[in-house]
């Protein structure tokens, strides 16, 4: 593959103005660190990205849906293949009676703004996931004891083939921090939400309630992909994580954070090897502790 004349290829696809080269992954992940993403395209509709897509198919060109990147870590080294990004184009949110429907790059916190604008209540708890709508169904986001499951009607999904096909919420098989877009690779176009007729005073407070909670509770002064590790069944990571006496553990820039042991945060200018280090430390330190081996909820792409 000669990247260069491809990556230029793409560019007659999408448009000039929607392909740049040598994108930081700091400027494009919550976490703020990582290498150059060699190509980044921002596909103006659904038919150029399912053209994108093909595209890069074809080509044998890695390739990686980003969302907010607010779940992400990629290398120093960088990506070496296409991130394609639906925020910029692909992220018009509106309701129609009592259904939210919203694209796949659309932020789910404008997604509960637009929600209590047209006083419809069940997307409160989305209000402080700072990810997308695509991003939230393929980890299937959820926070104070709801989740995008309890209320998703279907998506439509682009599949790798460039079929759309459309997904029930039952057929998107939804569980914790799982989807079935993690087997099939699936892109959500758009996705439909279920919700009930609020009253908007009582909508805001239980915003401003979850949001204050947030800002108690996690380290949101400093960069992070929030919860760092999966939940273990029957436990709390955070809780094993400070039992195990690793609450400011530190590698470089990159530590536990203080106040909420199941973030690993950037306190400046953390590379994305530091910050791995930290989470590798973490998951032994806490197995050797308790037994308990932790996942990460993070996923890690690229050259590390
Ligand atoms: C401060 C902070 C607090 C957080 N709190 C929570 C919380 O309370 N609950 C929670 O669940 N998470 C939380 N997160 C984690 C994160 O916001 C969620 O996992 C979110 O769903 C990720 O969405 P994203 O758009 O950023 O996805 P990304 O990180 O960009 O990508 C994650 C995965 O989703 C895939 N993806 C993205 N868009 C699409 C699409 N359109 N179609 C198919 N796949 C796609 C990507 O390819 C990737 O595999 C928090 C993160 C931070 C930084």
């Known amino acids: 593959?000669?990247?260069?004349?491809?990556?230029?290829?793409?560019?007659?696809?999408?448009?000039?103005?929607?392909?740049?080269?040598?994108?930081?992954?700091?400027?494009?992940?919550?976490?703020?660190?990582?290498?150059?993403?060699?190509?980044?395209?921002?596909?103006?509709?659904?038919?150029?990205?399912?053209?994108?897509?093909?595209?890069?198919?074809?080509?044998?060109c890695p390739y990686f849906l980003l969302g907010r990147g607010s779940n992400l870590l990629v290398g120093d080294g960088g990506y070496p293949g296409v991130m394609i990004s639906m925020r910029q184009h692909l992220s018009h949110v509106r309701t129609e009676g009592c259904v939210l429907h919203a694209e796949g790059g659309a932020m789910m916190s404008d997604c509960a703004k637009q929600a209590y604008a047209d006083s419809l209540a069940g997307f409160e708890f989305a209000s402080g996931i700072p990810g997308t709508i695509g991003g939230g169904l393929y980890m299937n986001a959820g926070?104070?004891?709801?989740?995008?499951?309890?209320?998703?009607?279907?998506?439509r999904v682009?599949?790798?083939?460039?079929?759309?096909?459309?997904?029930?919420?039952?057929?998107?098989?939804?569980?914790?921090?799982?989807?079935?877009?993690?087997?099939?690779?699936?892109?959500?176009?758009?996705?439909?939400?279920?919700?009930?007729?609020?009253?908007?005073?009582?909508?805001?407070?239980?915003?401003?309630?979850?949001?204050?909670?947030?800002?108690?509770?996690?380290?949101?002064?400093?960069?992070?992909?929030?919860?760092?590790?999966?939940r273990p069944a029957g436990y709390?990571?955070?809780?094993?994580?400070?039992?195990?006496?690793?609450?400011?553990?530190?590698?470089?820039?990159?530590?536990?954070?203080?106040k909420h042991a199941g973030f690993v945060v950037n306190y400046g200018h953390a590379s994305a090897r530091e910050i791995r280090a930290v989470m590798d430390h973490t998951a032994e330190a806490v197995y050797g502790h308790s037994g308990v081996m932790l996942e990460p909820e993070v996923r890690m792409i690229g050259v590390f």
């Open 1 to 60: 593959m000669n990247t260069m004349s491809f990556f230029t290829d793409l560019a007659g696809i999408a448009g000039e103005a929607d392909v740049r080269f040598d994108v930081p992954a700091s400027a494009l992940t919550t976490f703020r660190a990582g290498g150059p993403v060699a190509c980044l395209v921002t596909p103006r509709d659904a038919d150029v990205l399912a053209s994108v897509l093909a595209a890069v198919r074809a080509e044998g």
């Open 143 to 155: 926070a104070y004891g709801s989740e995008l499951s309890d209320s998703v009607l279907y998506a």
């Open 158 to 230: 682009l599949m790798p083939d460039g079929e759309v096909r459309t997904f029930t919420g039952a057929m998107l098989g939804l569980s914790y921090r799982h989807s079935v877009l993690q087997e099939n690779g699936g892109i959500v176009l758009e996705a439909a939400f279920r919700l009930r007729p609020g009253k908007q005073e009582d909508i805001r407070a239980l915003m401003e309630d979850l949001a204050s909670r947030r800002r108690e509770k996690q380290p949101l002064e400093y960069a992070s992909a929030g919860s760092t590790f999966k």
């Open 236 to 258: 709390f990571a955070g809780k094993l994580i400070e039992e195990a006496g690793l609450k400011g553990f530190r590698i470089g820039d990159a530590g536990v954070s203080e």
